[in-house]
């Protein structure tokens, strides 16, 4: 693909990740379209690290969550890194698996006996924000070269800005439902109880500080009517 086509589908593509409704169908479209648009890519994924722990947030191909799986175990391997975004960069690359790593002595000969010939782990982030890390895989070694990873590059950089927007969006929609349901309950105490607004909003409060239960969920509990009204 030359890089006028490949700008024109990124293009078309950072509009489209823009558009997607959820958070989890925005992960699942940068996986999928990781493997359409970076020359090949083969299988692809986003990973997350939280304390030492991988998590599989999509992935598009076979053994993807498996490699995955493995990164976590083993405390290494480039996609990890990327997610550590450690000393030497943002972006990994493993050009031959079926030649020793000497960085990642344990993880290359793993991905490689899943099938795997060459990969690439990017971070994903963006200036206030790390989302994890983008991971490309080929079944063939020599497959990306610094055009594939120049590539990938900018491929993450939209997949991040993406992310951002769909994260913000949805805390956007959670505080607005948490707003509604807390207003809900204010409303049916202050109806039951003869209670001013401030008075059962501090009632709200107290049973969350007491029993140490989020404010949200308090109110969800006063919305549910008692069970022999069901």
Known sequence: MEWRE???RMALLARDLLAQETL???LDRIAGAAVDLVEGCDAAGVLTLSKG?????????????ESDRIQGELGEGPCFDAARHTDEGRVYRITDLTRPQPRWPRFAPAAHDLGFGSMMGFLLYTHDDDFGALNLYSYKPGAFTPASETAGWLFASHAAVALAAARTQEQLEHAMDTRHAIGE?????MERHRLTEGDAFAVLRRISQNHNIKLRDVAQHIRRPPENEK
């Not at 991988?54 to 191909?61: F, Y």
């Open 6 to 8: 490949f700008a024109e």
């Open 24 to 26: 989890e169908a925005t």
């Open 53 to 65: 722990r991988v998590t599989t947030l999509s992935a598009c191909g076979d053994q993807v969550a």
């Open 185 to 189: 309950a204010m409303g049916i105490l």
